[in-house]
């Protein structure tokens, strides 16, 4: 195991990046597409100038239903850099993805104390083909710079459970929480993350430790608040939908991006939703059934209970038990959740070094980073322009487009 020492946290921050840049790399010389990317940036004057009136307005005002508006002044500045010129909000989606990823390994190591568990975490949260759409797509924006906050809101706050007298720390992760959620609104379940961060450091629960996290929920709540009828205000809530057939494409919806974690094929911008759910959406509903049975009997593993509560907390906003698009499923919307899933990887991963054959581990590994940065690459490309992004939808879910 590496003992943690500076050289060692430099080292493995070092590798992540240059491992992660690798992957993502080719995203940097992609162009617009025509989905959303017109609507946030190119058709959209506010952006065009950093001035009160401008600011004023993206904090005032939905924007196709969302609203994001310090994702909306991060456009505003890169504007002011190059105007039109793809490169550089491509280089800023980028830039904030190879933040997050060391981000993910402080966060990882601090929850964990082991920098191979950590250095794991952080590798597979960088290069893993998931991430794709929320670096590649300009609009994804929304999603690597809410990530940013989400991720040192999280640290502060286990800073803050290191010293619980020293509210500093508990006031910044506030604060940056508030930031995150201006950023895209899929954060709003953070305040119970915080109760999973309580857990995996054994804290003793008390009702001082659920009345420090009410401005969270406080916050949270309201932004849920303005998120649904900004939602509602361009008719995106399916109002009248089946209930029943909501909790089975929810319940789907947790299995099938466990399926595109361990198997991360057949991806596609658009998953649309089917005109009558297929025999797949009720076996996977089964199955997410049995897995949770299975977790319950597994409750008294710390690593697995956390790992797996914090994937399914962070992607409850999206599983659509209230149904509010037209696609039931989409690869960003695992940005946040995977992490729990990466770092139960990367606490066994760690843990076979002591118990296996060393050789075998890293050739296991290596076989992993490799492929998974690969099919990254590859993947990057299909995001260069609005040609190459529908065609490989269409190659995979020819009905897609009826849904748009």
């Given at each position: 195991m590496?003992k943690?020492?500076?050289?060692?946290?430099?080292?493995a921050?070092?590798?992540?990046?240059?491992v992660?840049?690798?992957?993502?790399y080719?995203?940097?010389?992609?162009g617009w597409?025509?989905?959303?990317?017109?609507?946030?940036v190119t058709?959209?004057?506010?952006?065009?100038?950093?001035?009160?009136?401008?600011?004023?307005?993206?904090?005032?005002?939905?924007l196709d239903?969302?609203?994001?508006?310090?994702?909306?002044?991060?456009?505003?500045?890169?504007?002011?850099?190059?105007?039109?010129?793809?490169?550089?909000?491509?280089?800023?989606?980028?830039?904030l993805?190879?933040?997050?990823?060391?981000?993910?390994?402080?966060l990882?190591?601090?929850?964990?104390g082991?920098?191979?568990?950590?250095?794991v975490?952080g590798?597979?949260?960088g290069i893993?083909p998931?991430?794709?759409?929320?670096?590649?797509?300009?609009?994804?924006?929304k999603?690597?710079?809410?990530?940013?906050?989400?991720?040192?809101?999280?640290?502060?706050y286990?800073?803050?459970l290191?010293?619980?007298e020293n509210?500093?720390w508990?006031?910044?992760?506030?604060?940056?929480?508030v930031?995150?959620l201006?950023?895209?609104?899929?954060?709003?379940?953070?305040?119970v993350?915080?109760?999973l961060?309580d857990?995996?450091q054994?804290?003793?629960y008390?009702?001082?430790?659920?009345?420090?996290?009410?401005?969270?929920?406080?916050?949270?709540?309201?932004l849920a608040?303005?998120g649904y009828?900004g939602q509602?205000s361009i008719?995106a809530i399916?109002?009248?939908?089946?209930?029943?057939?909501?909790i089975?494409?929810?319940?789907h919806?947790?299995v099938f991006?466990?399926?595109k974690f361990?198997?991360?094929v057949?991806l596609?911008n658009v998953?649309p939703y089917p005109?009558?759910?297929?025999?797949?959406?009720?076996l996977?509903?089964v199955l997410?059934?049995?897995?949770a049975f299975?977790?319950w009997?597994m409750?008294?593993n710390?690593l697995?209970?956390?790992?797996?509560l914090?994937?399914l907390?962070?992607l409850?906003p999206?599983l659509q038990?209230i149904?509010?698009?037209k696609?039931?499923a989409?690869?960003r919307?695992?940005?946040?959740?995977y992490?729990?899933?990466f770092?139960?990887?990367?606490v066994?991963?760690?843990?076979?070094f002591?118990k296996?054959?060393?050789?075998?581990?890293?050739?296991?590994l290596?076989?992993?980073v490799?492929?998974?940065?690969m099919?990254?690459?590859?993947?990057?490309g299909?995001w260069?322009?609005?040609?190459?992004?529908?065609k490989?939808m269409l190659s995979?879910?020819?009905e897609?487009m009826?849904?748009f």
């Open positions: 590496m943690p020492t500076k050289a060692n946290f430099l080292s921050q070092l590798f992540i990046l240059m992660t840049l690798f992957s993502l080719p995203s940097l010389s992609n597409t025509s989905w959303d990317d017109n609507i946030y058709d959209n004057p506010v952006i065009t100038d950093i001035s009160i009136q401008n600011v004023k307005t993206v904090f005032t005002r939905v239903g969302s609203y994001a508006p310090l994702t909306l002044i991060s456009y505003m500045i890169d504007y002011k850099i190059g105007g039109y010129d793809p490169a550089v909000y491509h280089r800023t989606n980028l830039l993805h190879l933040c997050n990823a060391c981000l993910v390994f402080w990882a190591y601090m929850l964990s082991n920098v191979v568990a950590a250095l975490t590798l597979l949260f893993h998931m991430r794709v759409e929320s670096v590649a797509w300009i609009s994804g924006r999603d690597v710079l809410s990530m940013f906050f989400f991720l040192i809101s999280s640290i502060s286990l800073e803050y290191r010293n619980p509210k500093k508990l006031t910044v992760s506030f604060v940056v929480f930031c995150a201006l950023s895209k609104i899929i954060v709003l379940t953070f305040p993350i915080l109760f961060y857990y995996s054994k804290r003793h008390t009702t001082a430790m659920v009345v420090e996290k009410i401005p969270f929920v406080l916050s949270a709540g309201a608040f303005v009828f509602a008719h399916k109002r009248g939908s089946n209930a029943a057939e909501n089975i494409v929810s319940l919806g947790v991006y466990l399926e361990l198997f991360p057949r596609s998953y005109l009558t759910l297929t025999p797949v959406f009720y996977y509903a997410c059934i049995a897995a299975i977790l009997r409750r008294k710390e697995v209970l956390f790992g797996s914090f994937y907390v962070s409850l999206v038990f149904r509010f698009s696609i039931f989409a690869d919307f695992t940005y946040f959740a992490i729990g899933l770092y139960i990887v990367g066994y991963a760690s843990a076979a002591g296996l054959n060393k050789k075998i581990v890293y050739t296991a290596a076989a992993i490799f492929t998974l940065a099919i990254t690459r590859d993947r990057c299909v260069g322009n609005n040609e190459t992004l529908w490989d995979k879910y020819p897609g009826q849904s």
